[in-house]
């Protein structure tokens, strides 16, 4: 009888590591991605197709963050952009001042950018946003079949210009109040021209 007693008692222990073993095998990531990720806005990213890549610096009073987007996915900038930024400013407790987007411009839409600058500088500084869309609207007449758009965040202007598979895309401050050190103010000189 003490053999049938010492083997019931074997058996819980077994019982007692098995379930034990299988619960943190089982529950260890859901654990690690619950308590100890290094990383909490990852998971929010996996949730937006269009971000494949992010990183977040401090720099001054704020952060920079540099992303790369897959622009297949990317309709609306501003509306993919913009959640990501209050996500951030909700776990980081710190604003985002400067946003880079990694991609390089074909030079048709590095052309059509450097025309457009002028007028986003001279939107930025006065206030007036007509000169900008008027602009904007006559440079996708010259270059026909393209997709070219300005939207205007509350702290940023997010450019958007595709035209075929060429995409480009800048994130721009839109008040003097975020120095993110994209746009140089230059100080106007002379008269129109």
């Given at each position: 009888m003490s053999r049938k007693y010492w083997?019931?008692?074997?058996?819980?222990?077994?019982?007692?590591?098995?379930?034990?073993?299988?619960?943190?095998?089982?529950?260890?990531?859901?654990?690690y991605e619950k308590f100890f990720q290094r990383h909490p806005l990852q998971k929010w990213v996996r949730t937006n197709?269009?971000?494949t890549s992010y990183e977040?610096?401090?720099?001054?009073?704020?952060?920079?963050?540099?992303?790369?987007?897959?622009?297949a996915q990317?309709?609306?900038?501003?509306?993919?952009?913009?959640?990501?930024?209050?996500?951030?400013?909700?776990?980081?407790?710190?604003?985002?001042?400067?946003?880079?987007?990694a991609n390089e411009p074909s030079p048709e839409l590095a052309e059509v950018y450097y025309k457009l600058s002028?007028?986003?500088?001279?939107?930025?500084?006065?206030?007036?946003y007509n000169t900008l869309y008027e602009v904007l609207q006559d440079l996708q007449r010259e270059a026909g079949e393209?997709?070219?758009?300005?939207?205007?965040?509350?702290?940023?202007?997010?450019?958007q210009l595709k035209k075929g598979n060429e995409n480009y895309f800048r994130v721009l401050p839109r008040n003097e109040g975020v120095q993110s050190g994209l746009a140089v103010t230059v100080s106007p000189k002379g008269g129109k021209g």
């Open positions: 083997s019931l008692r074997r058996i819980m222990v077994v019982i007692i590591v098995f379930a034990l073993t299988t619960g943190l095998l089982f529950g260890g990531r859901f654990l197709p269009a971000i977040l610096m401090e720099q001054g009073a704020g952060l920079r963050l540099e992303l790369e987007l897959e622009s990317v309709e609306n900038l501003q509306e993919i952009l913009e959640p990501f930024l209050r996500e951030v400013l909700v776990r980081k407790e710190q604003p985002v001042t400067e946003i880079l987007i002028f007028a986003l500088e001279e939107a930025k500084m006065t206030g007036e393209a997709d070219f758009r300005i939207y205007l965040g509350a702290d940023f202007l997010y450019v």
